[in-house]
């Protein structure tokens, strides 16, 4: 359970770090229908949020009469997948000889470890051999915890759907994958970004839950641009967004060719021009909201 939550919190510290504003004007939804081209049968793409109040991990009936119409469902990562789970355990962890606290001076250290027990209540000594991304999870979590008292994780229900249809679960890249785009930011661009985080608590906070509010509107177009507000991270936006939504098309195209398949990953990765609703276009799909 626990691997799963570490995998589940990696996918929300990308929705909070990625993502940029949708351009064309149409109609907003969640669920996109994929056609068209070489297609014998339609695939669907669907926007999640990753972590959201339980109540609001609502799937509309046509979502769900996607699901059942595919042939298998396809997360950013599968985390259905013990192996997998296990992989991404040890790709967190700080190379041997390197440690969490060589990432800050004294005082920046004294700062983590003071915010670390009074809202984790936990010794930041038990965070020292794994990576910033971890930390920066927690904390990710600590500030949804202010907008929501009772989370859910969208694609552990999306999941349970598949499982009791005895559904496939397959990733559309590795969990090593996204720990390796992090590891390629510089330590010190991560670590200043901790900080900020845990300097500027209001501000993620904010932003949660105006992306919990375009979510229940079925707003991409929101989302992405709120999403966009997380401007530090924008010279990294490439590798944390583009470039992955740019591996994700040939397997998306490759399965939606051989049968119906349901793709869920988070909404930010759906808007713009270099959004996957739009790479798809420019391959000759036909890709419409439902």
Same mark, same amino acid.
């Given at each position: 359970?626990?691997?799963?939550?570490? !995998?589940? /919190?990696?996918?929300?510290?990308?929705?909070?770090?990625?993502?940029?504003?949708?351009?064309?004007?149409?109609?907003?939804?969640?669920?996109?229908?994929? %056609?068209?081209? #070489? /297609?014998?049968?339609?695939?669907?793409?669907?926007?999640?949020?990753?972590?959201?109040?339980?109540? #609001?991990?609502?799937?509309?009936?046509?979502?769900?009469?996607?699901?059942?119409?595919?042939?298998?469902?396809?997360?950013?990562?599968?985390? =259905? &997948?013990?192996?997998?789970?296990?992989?991404?355990?040890?790709?967190?962890?700080?190379?041997?000889? *390197?440690?969490?606290?060589?990432?800050?001076?004294?005082?920046? *250290?004294?700062?983590?470890?003071?915010?670390?027990?009074?809202?984790?209540?936990? #010794?930041?000594? =038990?965070?020292?051999?794994?990576?910033?991304?971890?930390?920066?999870?927690?904390?990710?979590?600590?500030?949804?915890? %202010? =907008?929501?008292?009772?989370?859910? *994780?969208?694609?552990?229900?999306?999941?349970?759907?598949?499982?009791?249809?005895?559904?496939?679960?397959?990733?559309?890249?590795?969990?090593?994958?996204?720990?390796?785009?992090?590891?390629?930011?510089?330590?010190?661009?991560?670590?200043?970004?901790?900080?900020?985080?845990?300097?500027?608590?209001?501000? %993620?906070?904010? /932003? +949660?839950?105006?992306?919990?509010?375009? +979510?229940?509107?079925?707003?991409?177009? &929101?989302?992405?641009?709120?999403?966009?507000?997380?401007?530090?991270?924008?010279?990294?936006?490439?590798?944390?967004?583009?470039?992955?939504?740019?591996?994700?098309?040939?397997?998306?195209? !490759?399965?939606?060719?051989?049968?119906?398949?349901?793709?869920?990953?988070?909404? !930010?990765?759906? !808007?713009? &021009?270099?959004?996957?609703?739009? /790479?798809?276009?420019?391959?000759?799909?036909?890709?419409?909201?439902?």
């Amino acid at each position: 359970m626990l691997l799963k939550k570490l !995998g589940t /919190l990696l996918l929300c510290s990308f929705s909070l770090l990625t993502a940029k504003a949708q351009q064309p004007k149409e109609k907003s939804s969640l669920l996109w229908e994929i %056609s068209g081209k #070489d /297609l014998q049968t339609p695939s669907w793409l669907y926007g999640t949020i990753h972590i959201a109040c339980k109540e #609001d991990i609502q799937f509309s009936s046509a979502t769900q009469d996607a699901l059942k119409k595919a042939k298998s469902l396809f997360l950013e990562i599968n985390m =259905a &997948d013990q192996q997998e789970m296990q992989s991404l355990q040890s790709a967190l962890m700080m190379p041997e000889g *390197y440690s969490f606290k060589n990432l800050f001076n004294d005082g920046e *250290y004294q700062q983590l470890a003071k915010w670390c027990q009074d809202s984790l209540h936990m #010794d930041i000594a =038990a965070l020292d051999r794994f990576k910033p991304l971890v930390l920066f999870s927690l904390i990710t979590r600590q500030h949804f915890n %202010s =907008a929501c008292s009772d989370p859910a *994780y969208c694609e552990a229900e999306l999941m349970k759907l598949a499982q009791a249809q005895q559904l496939p679960v397959r990733g559309l890249e590795k969990a090593t994958d996204q720990v390796a785009i992090f590891d390629s930011i510089p330590d010190k661009e991560e670590a200043k970004m901790l900080l900020e985080s845990i300097e500027q608590p209001e501000k %993620s906070q904010q /932003l +949660y839950r105006r992306m919990l509010t375009a +979510y229940r509107a079925q707003n991409i177009t &929101d989302m992405t641009k709120l999403m966009a507000e997380t401007e530090d991270i924008a010279r990294f936006k490439d590798i944390l967004l583009d470039q992955r939504n740019r591996n994700w098309i040939p397997i998306i195209t !490759g399965e939606a060719s051989k049968a119906s398949t349901f793709f869920a990953v988070g909404a !930010g990765h759906l !808007g713009g &021009d270099t959004g996957v609703i739009e /790479l798809l276009r420019k391959q000759g799909y036909t890709v419409k909201p439902i």
